[in-house]
């Protein structure tokens, strides 16, 4: 079994990929998704992004902010999910992103933040130090993007991404 760690998206199929671990946005709807686990991610930016543009309270009210995206996942929205109750179904809502600024890496995309540039989306393993020392500040603080567990359409799935598929206590997919 081969175990491929990139920033890129890759074509599963040109690629010969059998089964991928994502966060954020599911780009191609054709792929077979499942979502494997809590992933902390966090809007933030800097303080003088949100005296300027003001403190969101939903993902709506994040629409006028510009937004800072990572260049790699070519994607214009965010797709944000409240936590729920138990009882309740999950809400994802779609924020469409505005600004024309990217960057290729998470450190960039902190740094950017902070300088005022937009929010930006992070994992929070990445920014942590920096969210608690105050810069950038969390926005959309009851809202995340949560990863998934994805696959192409076809139907055999080989043994190997079988057992993958299994030892994470995924079925269905």
Not at 7 to 26: M, P, S
Not at 31 to 57: E, F, I, K, T
Not at 76 to 99: I, M
Request: charged share 20%; net charge negative; proline share 7%.
């Amino acid at each position: 079994m081969d175990v491929v760690v990139t920033d890129e998206i890759l074509n599963f199929v040109a690629t010969a990929i059998d089964v991928a671990i994502r966060v954020g946005v599911r780009i191609d709807s054709q792929l077979m998704a499942q979502r494997l686990a809590n992933h902390m991610c966090v809007v933030c930016a800097s303080p003088d992004h949100v005296r300027l543009y003001g403190m969101p309270s939903s993902p709506n009210d994040h629409r006028a902010h510009p937004a800072i995206r990572f260049a790699i996942a070519g994607d214009n929205s965010w797709f944000l999910a409240a936590p729920f109750a138990a009882d309740e179904q999950e809400e994802t809502v779609e924020v469409k992103l505005g600004g024309r600024m990217r960057a290729n890496n998470m450190e960039s995309l902190l740094d950017l933040a902070i300088a005022g540039c937009g929010a930006a989306l992070l994992p929070l393993w990445a920014i942590g130090k920096s969210l608690r020392a105050g810069l950038p500040v969390q926005l959309l603080a009851d809202w995340e993007p949560q990863p998934t567990l994805t696959r192409p359409p076809y139907g055999h799935l080989p043994t190997k991404a079988s057992d993958v598929l299994q030892s994470a206590g995924v079925s269905g997919l």
